[in-house]
């Protein structure tokens, strides 16, 4: 497994009173036996897709081809798509783009996921359209937002290009049905992908709408499966064999239900995570805020979050559980100059990395969770690369399709926010 995780500072055991009961804990665990074992046989059938793009090879094919030509002909890429159409390639492209030992022979990708005129203005003035490719993603086909972007970009693009020459820089992504984009793309003929019907868009970052991103930006779209594979392929039905997903899903219910732990804080010790916190928040949410249920997640960062939100954390209502990610820093980055050291107070940095500070600060973050009675998780990435990303995007994705079964919502619909987007297309329509 290309990461582990330690549940052991959510329990009464270890934190006091505040933490969870561990014969709740077990109560909860073997309640995930039945639906895991259902789970497993979905696995391959179809039932499920966002399972089955773990073991997928038949599409590589197609996001290769069409990577290898975004690389040829673009130096950037800007992909236009909101929530789960941007969320996931966002996430697995920061790999790349914070990591300097990363891969360096594809584009540069950039994500455009909102609407805000300012942020256009500049795109457009600081473009260079004649080397730039757009990726647009929507699964219906008739996400606002989405359309807007690319009408705008288009526009944009036909002043710069002949009209054939705009339509080589432009792949749509949607399903394969009648909608707004799909016409939009077979009008000005540029290549059209299949978004599966069957995975919805926060589910979908292992299929084309993250792979084809990640692929464009030189990442190893083989291994980001093959690490979700790993995580797939430990499934058990056995309450007594450990399976993080189901751990994760159980001690979060149980906190929930019986130490009203209503809100849960994914604290990430790593910058290239910055975006995967803003992935499973999406995914926590949308998947399980339903019918009064669900917990509301945060993002945070560290050790920018000590500074800005440890206070509450630690002094403030008992109410959160914390997930901190940790990574391998320990010895990497930059030694501090001798001479910094040699200042009054600071003998401690003699001989230190950067990577040193970064690694004691989240083991010390941790620690001071549990000591002050949080109710605190740990996952360990030993790696920070496209592996270990595979593996916990699909962690996270079980594990909130299992917490959905435990508390008794449908986790892959959304019907509460279509009023908003109702509203939206009236007022754009000028009703009152």
Known sequence: MSYTQNITDCFASEIGDGGIDRVVFEDYRQKTVPFLSRLGTLVGKGSLPFLDFASRQEDLAIIEEVSAFFREKFDNVIVLGTGGSSLGGRTLCALRSLDNSGP????????????????????????????????????????TETITQFAVLWSVLQKNLTSEQAA?????????????LS???????????????????????????????????????????????????????????EFAPADGAAVSVGLERTKA???????????????FGLWYRQLWAESLGKSGEGTT?????????????????????TDKMYTLVLTDTVGKGPVLPNAAAE??????????????????AGRATAETLANNGRHTRSLHLPEVDETSMGALMMHFMLETVITAHLIGVDPYNQPAVEEGKTLTREYLAGAT
């Open 104 to 143: 360096t022979d594809g584009s540069k990708v950039s994500f455009l996921d909102n609407v805000d005129p300012h942020t256009f203005d500049l795109l457009i003035s600081e473009t260079d359209w004649t080397k730039t490719g757009i990726l647009v993603i929507s699964k219906s086909g008739s996400t």
């Open 261 to 275: 732990a209503k809100i849960t804080v994914l604290m990430s010790y790593c910058d290239r995570l910055a975006d």
């Open 168 to 180: 080589e820089h432009v792949v749509v992504v949607t399903e394969p049905s009648p909608s707004p």
């Open 297 to 317: 997640p945060i993002r945070a960062i560290g050790t920018v979050d000590q500074h800005s939100q440890a206070q509450l954390y630690l002094d403030g209502p």
């Open 343 to 360: 200042f009054e107070g600071l003998s401690y940095l003699t001989n230190r990395t950067i990577g040193d500070l970064f690694a004691a």
């Open 183 to 241: 016409e939009m793309a077979e009008s000005i003929g540029c290549r059209i992908l299949d978004h599966d019907p069957g995975v919805g868009g926060r589910y979908s970052a292992l299929s084309v709408t993250g792979l084809l991103p990640a692929c464009i930006a030189g990442l190893d779209i083989k291994a980001i499966r093959a690490g979700a594979s790993g995580v797939l392929g430990s499934i058990s039905d056995d309450a007594s064999t």
